[in-house]
Each structure stands twice: as C-alpha cells, then as structure tokens.
C-alpha cells in the first residue's frame, strides 16, 4: 500500500464527523484537562421515530427518483452512514464494523418501522471510542517525540483499511500527533509550546464532541439515507433549519454577531457591520459570553459549557425585545467578574451575501464604455417577510430590479450579471429575476414524481431591461445560475 511520509502535512480533521470541524482551540491553556466523564448514551426520540416514518414515504413514494426500499438501497444507506460516523477509519475497529454488518440489508425494513437502534448504537459504539482514542492522545502529550526514526501511515484514509486491534489504533494515533508536533517543530515553535497546543486542540475537540445531541445522530442517519436517493436531497434538524431559513433571507433578527466555541466558552468571532451589537459600542471581537438574561428583569443563565446552538437559541429573539449578556474580555485573568451589558434586538441584513452592484469604466478600441456590474451570491428570498405582506421584504430580485433601474438612470452601455460562485436558492427567485430581462412567457417547467408537469411562467409583462447583457458563471457556480444562463441564450437575451 502506498504511503506518505511524516514530514508531508496531513490532516486530522479529515478523519472526524463533520460536526467536530473547525473546533481548534486558537489561545493555549495550562489549565486544559480531558474530560473523565463517560460519554452520554444518546437515544431517539418519539418525535424523532415518527419523523423517520414521514421521511421514508416522502422520499421512497414522492421523489421525483421512485427507488424502491429494498436490500440494495439499504446497503448503501449503511455504507454511507458508516462513513458518516467515522469517515477516516481512525475510531472504530475491524471487528465493530463487522459486528453491525447484521444491519446492512435490514436498513430498509427498520426505515420503514421508524426504528433507529442501528443508527444511535453505531453512533454511541463510535462516541466510546472516540473518549478512549482522547485518553490515548492524552497521554501522547506527556513525553517528546523521536523525529529521527523515519515513519508513515496512510493519510489517504479510502485507502486505508479498518484497524484490527486497540494497539494498531494507538499505533495510528501515536503517528498523527507525531505529524502534528513535527509541523508545529517546522514552524519553528518550541517543544513546550508544541505539546500544549496540540493538548489543547484535543482537550477542546473532546469537549466539543461531547456536546453532541440527538439532533445530530438523526440528522445523519436521514441524510445518510436522502444522498442515495439523490444527492442534492437533504434532511435538515431545526437547528440547521433555522440556519439555513437565515441564509435563504440574508437577514436575522437578533443582535448581529458571529459567535463560535471556543473550549467552555462561546467567543464574539465577528460583528455584523451596522447590527445592534456594533451600533451598541459594548461588546468587540474576541469577548466571551458567559451568560444570557431575558427582558431588563430575567434570570441570567450561565451559559459556560453550553453547546453553540443552544447558547444562539438564548441570544436570539424578535425585534425590539432585549437580551442582557455576561461578557468576559479576551484579557480578563482567571476569577474576573464578568459585566453585564443590554443590547435591543433588531433585524439584522448579512450583507455579504446579497446583490452588489456597480458601474465600471472600460475601453474598447477608441471608444469609452460604462458597464454595470452585478454581482450575486446567491437567490435569496426572506419567505417570512413576504407571507406576512412586508412591502420591504428581502429578495434577489427586488434587489437587482433596483440596480436595473439605477443603471436605466445612469444610461449605462450594458450589463453584466456576475453568477460566478453562486450558490443557487430560491427557484422562485430565480424565475422573477428572469422575468426582469423578457417580457413574458414561460420560464421553467417542473415534473413531478407522478409525471405531472407544472409551468412556471413569468407573468409580468414589464421587461426592466432589454439592453445588452452578458452572464458569467463558473465551475462553482451551482445548477440554478447555469439553468438561468442556458435560458437567457434560448431567449436569445444574452450576447
């Protein structure tokens, strides 16, 4: 088997569920300790069964991709959930793997009894190993590494194979935090320091996983089950939900900042320019929040220790209302008393995702050009705003109907609409845009599992631009700006 040697970079973070990513601890402790406590045993709830049932039948009957439940679906539902668990082989053994092998051709008949015990029990198998590997790394911290034996492993873990025993994981492990201390010794960094930062990423990351809920386990096991359906197809738990509804709208309604963990305590990562908690002047980047209160006369909850989502769920509210917040300063020594601050929430626009525009001078043999420029993200639609009737709600479309008319004003040569890296969205948004640059006329048709075909037209006769047009996207760009593309040139609206 082929095999990279230590001194290439590799990648830990590779090898855990995705729910651990991006927890590295960034400011080092002395205080930091692994924790002792024995993984919780997490179960499915009821809501949890009955939703499993309703999934199943939507994606096995209304799918537009009819597949039928049977053994050959179950089978890749498990590997992909295998993968889910412990992508990186780094955690489990051989013989758990070959111990839930029973459920592999079974996945299809549990799914249809709403029954979860294979997930949650591969998930909880996974969780005690991870605490065991933890206390193994713990150990590794303890005692200098000897760089000048020369050694490998696999760091392409698809072609790795599961481990047959505790002493080939701690084996593997032994050379990961090796290729770790050695990246940190290439940077010039002291053995010292080595050791307590890469203590420190571990103690965090075990923290963190260990925060792990329910939601989590169940939202990977039906995701696990939708990608084999079709893989854009995604089941989403409220807290992810909710993040996403964000997304789709470009705006929130809270105090505007961007929180992260960081060992027991959730961190101020970034302020949204204009939000509530910049305009307030209390609170800067770094600042720790160790406590939230309701109203001007609430409880403060300590909040140390706290899973990010339901710290977020505390500090969120309705505009107008008001969140009072124990803040600890990034300098505050051990044993300082945190200080209470009052922010009014308010509704809150993420900016870097939305419409930009701009007008751009350009020549082009001896003659001046003005070209408007905008540049979309993404199709973005606030559907609360607009099913509460909100003349001001947040939208791709009203946006770029507003620039169109800008460079209308501003008697521009032409346009360019810029969908390189575009997300995709809103396909509602999408076909209104559309509807800007044609008069009328139909847009897209829809199919439906049963064959049905549904025609969505633009129904505006008013066509807000009808000058030249030019429409970039990219390999990034996702499948609704290159739909929107192919249509514009059917249409014979692009150049």
Not at 56 to 67: A, E, G
Request: hydrophobic share 35%; no cysteine; aromatic share 10%.
């Amino acid at each position: 088997m082929p095999q990279d040697n230590m001194s290439m970079k590799s990648y830990l973070l590779a090898f855990v569920p995705l729910v651990l990513l991006g927890f590295q601890r960034e400011h080092p402790s002395e205080s930091q300790h692994f924790s002792s406590d024995q993984p919780t045993v997490l179960v499915p709830t009821a809501s949890q069964k009955e939703v499993e049932k309703v999934v199943t039948t939507i994606l096995s009957s209304y799918h537009y991709r009819r597949m039928p439940l049977d053994d050959s679906l179950s089978s890749k539902v498990w590997t992909n959930y295998l993968k889910e668990v412990d992508n990186g082989k780094a955690y489990l053994l051989a013989s758990d793997v070959q111990a839930f092998e029973k459920y592999r051709y079974q996945i299809d008949d549990y799914l249809q009894a709403g029954n979860l015990t294979p997930a949650y029990d591969l998930f909880n198998l996974f969780m005690k190993r991870f605490h065991e590997r933890m206390a193994y790394v713990s150990k590794l911290t303890d005692k200098p590494f000897d760089f000048s034996k020369d050694e490998s492993y696999e760091t392409n873990r698809d072609k790795a194979q599961w481990a047959n025993s505790t002493a080939e994981l701690d084996d593997l492990w032994r050379k990961i935090v090796k290729s770790q201390a050695l990246d940190y010794k290439l940077q010039g960094k002291k053995d010292t320091a080595i050791y307590r930062l890469i203590k420190d990423r571990y103690v965090n990351l075990d923290k963190q996983t260990s925060k792990v809920k329910s939601d989590y386990v169940f939202q990977s096991f039906m995701n696990s089950f939708a990608e084999v359906i079709d893989p854009h197809t995604s089941y989403m738990a409220p807290p992810d939900a909710s993040r996403f509804k964000d997304e789709m709208a470009q705006s929130f309604e809270g105090i505007g900042a961007t929180l992260t963990p960081e060992n027991d305590y959730t961190k101020i990562r970034e302020l949204v320019p204009g939000g509530p908690a910049m305009k307030s002047g209390q609170v800067r980047e770094n600042d720790r929040i160790v406590g939230v209160a309701q109203g001007t006369n609430g409880q403060m909850v300590d909040v140390v220790g706290w899973a990010l989502d339901d710290v977020v769920k505390l500090i969120r509210g309705p505009k107008g209302t008001t969140v009072r917040l124990n803040i600890l300063k990034p300098d505050a020594l051990p044993g300082s008393q945190p200080h209470e601050i009052k922010i009014v929430r308010d509704k809150v626009k993420l900016e870097d995702g939305v419409a930009k525009a701009e007008i751009v001078p350009m020549t082009y043999g001896n003659k001046e050009y003005r070209m408007g420029v905008i540049t979309l993200p993404g199709f973005y639609q606030n559907f609360d705003e607009m099913r509460k009737g909100d003349k001001d709600y947040t939208s791709t479309s009203r946006d770029v109907q507003r620039f169109l008319e800008q460079f209308k004003q501003a008697k521009v040569d032409g346009v360019v609409l810029d969908l390189r890296y575009n997300g995709g969205g809103s396909l509602d948004e999408a076909i209104k845009l559309t509807g800007l640059f044609i008069k009328d006329g139909p847009v897209v048709q829809v199919k439906d599992a049963m064959g049905r075909i549904d025609a969505d037209d633009d129904p505006d006769p008013q066509q807000v631009y009808a000058g030249p047009l030019a429409v970039i996207v990219n390999r990034f760009s996702a499948l609704l700006p290159r739909f929107l593309l192919e249509l514009f040139r059917i249409t014979n609206v692009v150049w």
